[in-house]
C-alpha cells in the first residue's frame, strides 16, 4: 500500500523531461505559441468587441483601435443578468452532483467488479444520446408540462444529469479499471467491508479523474442550450438563453451580444482555466501505474 | 485522512450553497402571484426600449410586477407557438404578428381584445392605422394589437445619386418600376459597392419578405383559387428570375446569408448605394449616433411596381394574450401602456424621438410635432405605405389567401422556409433558378392538396 | 511483495495479475445470489434512474411518430401507423441530411483528433509559456456553442466585414462568400475549432503519463524519432484517442448550436443535419409526428453504426483489462 502511495506523488509531471528547463528556445515552441494564438483569437476578438460602440464593431477593415466603451456591458446587466446567472450556477452545480452521486457507484460495479453483460449496460447508457433531443422534445415537453414543471429550474436539473450520466459514468469507469484490482482484493481479503475499502483506497485514487469528469460535465451543462430554451421561460431562464435574446431582429448588436456572450462564458472559462491541471492529471488515468 | 475530511466539507458547503441559491433561482414557482404579469417579447431595439422603459409602467401601476423573456424572432415565434398551441399559461402577453392573429383568432387561442379596448377610455382603438387593425382581426374583434408597424419602400443614397447623375421623379405620386431600379442599380454598382441590397437569406421572414412582394407586382402568385400551386408558373419564373439576376448582377457579395441586419450593416457603411426593405429599418439608419455621417443623404421611394401598385409588404409586431394566460387583467393593463398614445410620447421624451415605436397608430404622424420635424423624409412615406397596402387582394389574379409577403395559413412556417431554401441556393449559384421553383413547385403541391381535399 | 522497482514490473505484474485471475475465479464460482446483488447494487440508483428518465419520453416519441399531428392545425390529430415512416423514407432531403450529418461528425472527429495529436505533441515539449499556451488553447472548449458560432459567422467569416475576407484582401485574394460557398465546411471549421482543445486534453495526459524509460531505452537502441512515436507512443496514446473520439462522436451526434445560429441548414439544405432538420420539421411545419418518425429512424441507424463501433472498442478494452 504504502509503495503505491509512493508511486502517486511521484507523478509524471516531475518526470525527467523537466530537464530542459523551460529557459530554452525552441522553433516547436514557437509553433505552439502560433496555434495557441490562433486558437484563442476569435475569444480575443469577442472580448475586443464587447468594447466597442456598434458602429465600430462591424466594420472593413475590422477595427483594432477605437474609443472602448462599457455601455454594452451596462446594457447586458440592465436586462437582469442576475437570475440567469444564478440559474445556470443551479442547474449545473446540481446536475454535477448528482452525476456524481449517481455515476461512481454504477462506474464502479460496471469496472472493479464486474457484473455479467457489462457491456451491455454500458451499451444501454451509450445508446440514451441516441435520441435527438430535438426529436424528444415535444414529448418532454409536454410530460414536463403536466408534471407541472415547467419553467422551473428542477427540470432542467434532473435533464442535464440525465444527458450528462452515460458519459460520466463512461470515463470514470476507465478511471476504475487504471486501479489494479489486487488492491481492493487484498483490502477486502482483509476483513474491511467493501465500503470502507471503496472510500478510504480506491476513491483518493480515483479523486483526479472524478474531479475531470465533473469538469466536463460542468462544461456541457453550463453550455446547453437547446432544452433550456425550450423548457424555460421567464423564471428558470439560464445563461445561454439570455445570451440570445441579444441577438435583435432588427438593428445592429454584435458588439452587445460579444459582451453578454463574454459574461456567460466567464464563469466556465475561469473555471477551466484554474482546474486544467486537475483535468490533465484526472484524465490520465496511467499516472498511477 | 485529512484531505477527505476536507473534500466532504466543502462538497457539504457547495450543497448547502446550492440548496440557497435554488430558493432565489427559478426552482419551484408555486402559481403566481395574482400581480405578476409574464411578457414573452422578440428581441427588437423597439422591445428592448420597452423593456427599459417599464419601471414606469410599474410605477403607475403599484403592485404590479412585470417578467419579461426576450428572444430572436426564429426562437420566439416556435416558442410562444409552442405554449399557445398546447394551451399552456406560462405567458400573459405574447408577441405576435399579423400572420398568427387571424389564424389563432379563429382556433380560439387568444382573448378578444376589443372588449378590453372598449372599456380603456382614451385607448382609441380606432386611432390604428386602418389596413394594420384588419389585419389583426377576426370577425370585426381585434385579438392583438400593434406594438409596432412597417410596410416596405426603396431607400437610397441621394448623394449618390446626384455624382451618377441619377434624377428622381420628385411627384408625391411616384412609384418606380422595378426595372427602373435595377438600371439605377447597375449604374451605381462599383468594385467596393453594391448597387442595391436585398435579402437573400433563408427564411419564411427574410428572403421571402421582399420576393413576394417582388412575385405579387410581376402578376404572380403562390395558388390559385383552386388551390393549384403557381410556384413555376411564368409570371413567378420572371419576377425570381428577375430578382436573382439583380443581385447577381449589382447586389451584394454574399447574398444568400444577407438578411434584414446585414442590409442595414452594409447601407449604414455605405456599402450599398440602394436598399429595399422594411420601414423600420429607419430606426437603425436615421439614428444620428449610430450612423452620423448619413444625416440628411437618404432618400426614400414608395416599393417600386411593375404590374400592381402599392405592392410594399405588410408588417406588424403585435401584443395578444392567450386564452389560458393566469392573468388576463393584468396582461391587458400592460398592453395597454405598451401601445397607447402616452408610450410614444414616453419614449420620445426619454429615448429620442427617433426611437418611436412607427407605424401602428395614425396619430404618431399627426399628433406629434416633435415626431413630425424629424421624420420629415420618411414619415409620410411610411404612413402612406402601410395605408395602402393590401394584404386582402396582394396580387393581380385572384387568390384564395391573404398577405402580402407571406401566405396567412399555418402550413406557410414550413413551406415558406422550404421554398426559401431553395431560392437561396439559387441566389448563391448553386442551382438554377428554375430547379429551385421546380422543387419549390414540389412542395407547395403537397400544401395545395391538403387544402383541396378540406 | 506486490509493486516492486521498474525492472521487475513486468513479470511482477504478470504473477500479481494471474493471482487475481485465480481468486476473481474462485469467487465467480458459484457465487451466492446475494453476492450477486451486491455487486449489481451500485449500479441501480445510475440505471434506474436514466431509464425514468429517458425511456418514458422515447415511448411517447414512439406513440407519436404513428400519428398524422399538426400543432397549429387543431383537430388534425389521428392515428396513421407506419404512414409517417414511409413518408421519411421516400423524402430524399432526409437522406441527404443523413449523408451530411455522417460526413460532420466523421470529418470533425478526426480532423480534431489528429490537430490535437500534433499539438498535444507540441505541448508535451517543454519551452517558454508553456501553460500559457495551454491556456489559451483550451478556451474554445470553453466557450458557450451558440456564442463561439456567432463570433465566428458574424465577426469572422462576413464576406463584407469578416477578418478573414480581411486578411485574403492584404494578399489580393478576392472576398469569398464562406458561408454561402462553403456551409458545411464552415460549420465543421467552427466545430473543429470547438474540439480541438478537448481531444489535444485527453491525448496530452496520455503523453504525459506515458513512461520515459521505455523511450529511452528505444533511443539508445538506435529507434529514430519517428519508429519511436509508431510503436511505442502511439499504441499507448491509442486509449486516449479512442476515449476522444467516442465522446466527440456521441455528442456531435447531436449537435445543433452552431448550423441554428450558423448557416440555419442552408442553403438549401447544404448544411443541416439531422437535428436540425428534425427541428425544422418540429417548429416550422409543428408536425409532431413527421418529426418522431425521424427522431425514431436516427436512433435505429446510430445504434446499428454504434454497436458495431462500440464491440471494436470493448475488445479493445477488455484486452487492457486482463493485462491490468
Known amino acids: 500500500m504504502t509503495t503505491t502511495a509512493e508511486r502517486i506523488t511521484a507523478t509524471p509531471d516531475a518526470a525527467p523531461a523537466r530537464k530542459k528547463k523551460s529557459r530554452k528556445f525552441s522553433p516547436w515552441g514557437v509553433v505552439a505559441w502560433l496555434a495557441g494564438l490562433g486558437f484563442f483569437f476569435p475569444v480575443f476578438w469577442m472580448v475586443l468587441t464587447s468594447f466597442k460602440q456598434e458602429s465600430d464593431a462591424a466594420t472593413n477593415p475590422p477595427k483594432l483601435f477605437f474609443v472602448p466603451t462599457l455601455d454594452q456591458y451596462s446594457a447586458v446587466f440592465n436586462q437582469g443578468i442576475g437570475p440567469a446567472m444564478l440559474n445556470s450556477v443551479f442547474a449545473t452545480g446540481m446536475s454535477t452532483i448528482l452525476v456524481l452521486l449517481l455515476g461512481v457507484p454504477a462506474a464502479f460495479a460496471l469496472s472493479l467488479r464486474p457484473v455479467r453483460k457489462t457491456s451491455d449496460a454500458l451499451f444501454f447508457f451509450m445508446s440514451t444520446k441516441m435520441l435527438p433531443v430535438v426529436a424528444a422534445i415535444l414529448p418532454l415537453y409536454v410530460i414536463v408540462s403536466n408534471i407541472g414543471l415547467l419553467d422551473n429550474i428542477w427540470a432542467l436539473v434532473v435533464l442535464y444529469t440525465s444527458m450528462n450520466l452515460p458519459i460520466a459514468i463512461w470515463m470514470m469507469r476507465s478511471f476504475f479499471l487504471e486501479v489494479p484490482g489486487e488492491l481492493l482484493e487484498a483490502a477486502s481479503l482483509d476483513g474491511a467491508s467493501l465500503w470502507r475499502s471503496v472510500r478510504e483506497v480506491i476513491l483518493p485514487l480515483v479523486s483526479p479523474g472524478i474531479a475531470a469528469t465533473a469538469l466536463i460535465c460542468v462544461i456541457f451543462a453550463w453550455n446547453e442550450f437547446f432544452l433550456a430554451v425550450n423548457l424555460t421561460a421567464v423564471n428558470a431562464q439560464t445563461m445561454p438563453v439570455y445570451l440570445v435574446g441579444f441577438i435583435a431582429g432588427e438593428g445592429q448588436y454584435w458588439a452587445v451580444l460579444s459582451a453578454a456572450a463574454t459574461m456567460a462564458a466567464l464563469p466556465v472559462i475561469l473555471c477551466g482555466w484554474f482546474a486544467q491541471n486537475k483535468l490533465v492529471r484526472g484524465l490520465s488515468f496511467g499516472a498511477i501505474k | ?454 | 511483495m506486490t509493486l516492486t522497482a521498474d525492472t521487475g514490473a513486468d513479470t511482477g505484474a504478470k504473477e500479481v495479475a494471474e493471482r487475481v485471475r485465480k481468486i476473481r475465479e474462485a469467487q465467480d464460482v458459484g457465487v451466492s445470489r446475494a453476492e450477486g446483488w451486491r455487486r449489481r447494487g451500485p449500479l441501480l440508483p445510475a440505471l434506474i434512474f436514466m431509464i425514468a428518465v429517458t425511456q418514458v419520453p422515447f415511448l411517447f416519441t414512439l406513440y407519436y411518430s404513428t400519428l398524422s399531428w399538426n400543432l397549429v392545425r387543431p383537430g388534425s390529430r389521428r392515428f396513421v401507423g407506419l404512414n409517417n415512416y414511409l413518408a421519411v423514407i421516400q423524402d430524399s432531403q432526409f437522406w441527404s441530411v443523413a449523408g451530411n450529418t455522417v460526413i460532420l461528425i466523421v470529418g470533425v472527429v478526426l480532423i480534431s483528433a489528429l490537430l490535437g495529436l500534433l499539438i498535444a505533441l507540441l505541448l508535451d515539449r517543454a519551452f517558454l509559456g508553456r501553460g500559457a499556451v495551454r491556456t489559451l488553447l483550451i478556451t474554445p472548449f470553453l466557450i458557450t456553442p451558440v456564442a463561439g458560432a456567432l463570433i465566428w459567422k458574424t465577426t469572422i467569416l462576413d464576406p463584407n466585414n469578416g477578418i478573414l475576407n480581411w486578411v485574403l484582401s492584404l494578399v489580393g485574394i478576392g472576398p469569398v462568400d464562406w458561408i454561402g460557398q462553403f456551409p458545411l465546411a464552415m460549420v465543421m471549421v467552427e466545430l473543429i475549432w470547438q474540439w480541438t482543445p478537448f481531444m489535444m486534453l485527453l491525448i496530452l495526459a496520455g503523453l504525459t503519463s506515458m513512461p520515459r524509460d521505455q523511450l529511452e531505452a528505444g533511443r539508445v537502441d538506435g529507434a529514430t524519432a519517428f519508429q519511436l512515436f509508431r510503436e511505442l507512443t502511439l499504441p499507448h496514446l491509442r486509449r486516449f484517442i479512442e476515449l476522444g473520439v467516442v465522446l466527440g462522436a456521441v455528442y456531435l451526434v447531436n449537435t445543433f448550436d452552431a448550423i441554428f445560429m450558423m448557416t440555419q441548414g442552408g442553403p438549401g439544405v447544404a448544411s443541416a443535419n439531422l437535428p436540425f432538420y428534425i427541428y425544422q420539421r418540429a417548429f416550422l411545419g409543428f408536425d409532431m409526428g413527421q418529426a418522431a418518425a425521424m427522431g425514431v429512424v436516427v436512433v435505429i441507424f446510430t445504434m446499428i453504426i454504434a454497436s458495431f463501433a462500440l464491440r471494436l472498442i470493448f475488445k479493445s478494452f477488455s484486452g487492457k483489462e486482463e493485462a491490468a
Not at chain 2, 449618390?160 to 412609384?175: H, M, R, T
Not at chain 2, 422594411?278 to 439614428?287: G, I, M, N
Open chain 2, 1 to 454: 485522512m485529512k484531505l477527505t475530511m476536507l473534500r466532504k466539507l466543502s462538497v457539504c458547503l457547495a450543497a448547502a450553497t446550492l440548496t440557497l441559491t435554488a430558493g432565489c433561482a427559478g426552482a419551484g414557482s408555486l402559481g403566481s402571484s395574482e400581480n405578476e404579469v409574464t411578457i414573452a417579447l422578440v428581441s427588437n431595439s423597439q422591445m428592448a426600449d420597452a423593456q427599459k422603459l417599464s419601471s414606469e409602467f410599474e410605477k403607475a401601476n403599484p403592485g404590479i410586477k412585470l417578467k419579461f423573456i426576450s428572444l430572436s424572432e426564429n426562437q420566439a415565434r416556435a416558442k410562444i407557438t409552442m405554449s399557445t398551441a398546447m394551451g399552456g399559461s406560462q405567458f400573459d402577453v405574447v408577441m405576435i404578428s399579423n400572420f398568427e392573429t387571424p389564424q389563432w383568432a379563429k382556433d380560439g387561442w387568444l382573448l378578444n381584445l376589443s372588449d378590453y379596448a372598449k372599456n380603456t377610455p382614451g385607448y382609441d382603438e380606432a386611432d390604428f392605422i386602418p389596413s394594420l387593425r384588419d389585419s389583426l382581426s377576426y370577425k370585426g374583434n381585434m385579438y392583438s394589437v400593434p406594438f409596432y408597424g412597417e410596410s416596405s419602400f426603396l431607400m437610397y443614397r441621394k448623394d449618390l445619386f446626384e455624382q451618377a447623375g441619377i434624377k428622381v421623379n420628385p411627384d408625391p405620386s411616384y412609384q418606380p418600376t422595378w426595372q427602373e431600379v435595377a438600371d439605377w442599380a447597375k449604374t451605381l454598382k462599383t468594385d467596393d459597392r453594391a448597387g442595391i441590397c436585398l435579402r437573400g437569406k433563408p427564411g419564411w421572414g427574410e428572403v421571402l419578405a421582399p420576393l413576394d412582394t417582388v412575385i405579387n407586382t410581376f402578376g404572380g402568385r403562390w395558388f390559385d383559387d383552386q388551390w393549384n400551386a403557381k410556384l413555376n408558373s411564368p409570371e413567378v419564373k420572371e419576377a425570381v428570375n428577375f430578382y436573382v439576376n439583380t443581385i447577381k448582377e449589382s447586389g451584394e457579395l454574399g447574398a444568400s446569408s444577407t438578411g434584414f441586419q446585414e442590409c442595414a450593416n452594409l447601407f449604414g457603411q455605405g456599402q450599398t448605394a440602394m436598399w429595399y426593405d422594411a420601414t423600420s429599418a429607419v430606426s437603425v439608419l436615421e439614428d444620428p449616433k449610430t450612423y452620423p455621417d448619413l444625416v440628411g443623404k437618404i432618400g426614400y421611394l414608395p416599393a417600386p411596381i411593375v404590374k400592381k401598385p402599392n405592392s410594399g409588404w405588410l408588417y406588424t409586431w403585435a401584443l395578444g394574450i392567450p386564452k389560458a394566460a393566469k392573468n388576463p387583467d393584468g396582461a391587458w393593463k400592460f398592453i395597454s401602456w405598451m401601445t397607447s398614445k402616452d408610450y410614444m410620447k414616453l419614449v420620445g421624451e426619454n429615448l429620442g424621438w427617433a426611437r418611436v415605436p412607427p407605424g401602428s397608430r395614425t396619430s404618431t404622424y399627426t399628433e406629434l410635432p416633435e415626431y413630425e420635424a424629424i421624420s420629415k423624409s420618411y414619415g409620410p412615406l411610411t404612413l402612406q405605405s402601410i395605408t395602402n397596402a393590401t394584404p386582402n387582394k396582394p396580387t393581380v389574379q385572384p387568390v384564395p389567401y391573404t398577405g402580402v409577403q407571406f401566405v396567412g395559413i399555418p402550413e406557410f412556417q414550413d413551406l415558406g422556409t422550404r421554398v426559401s431554401q431553395q431560392i437561396s441556393a439559387a441566389i448563391a449559384g448553386q442551382k438554377s433558378v428554375d430547379d429551385a421553383l421546380a422543387q419549390a413547385q414540389q412542395y407547395a403541391e403537397v400544401v395545395g392538396k391538403s387544402y383541396q381535399e378540406k
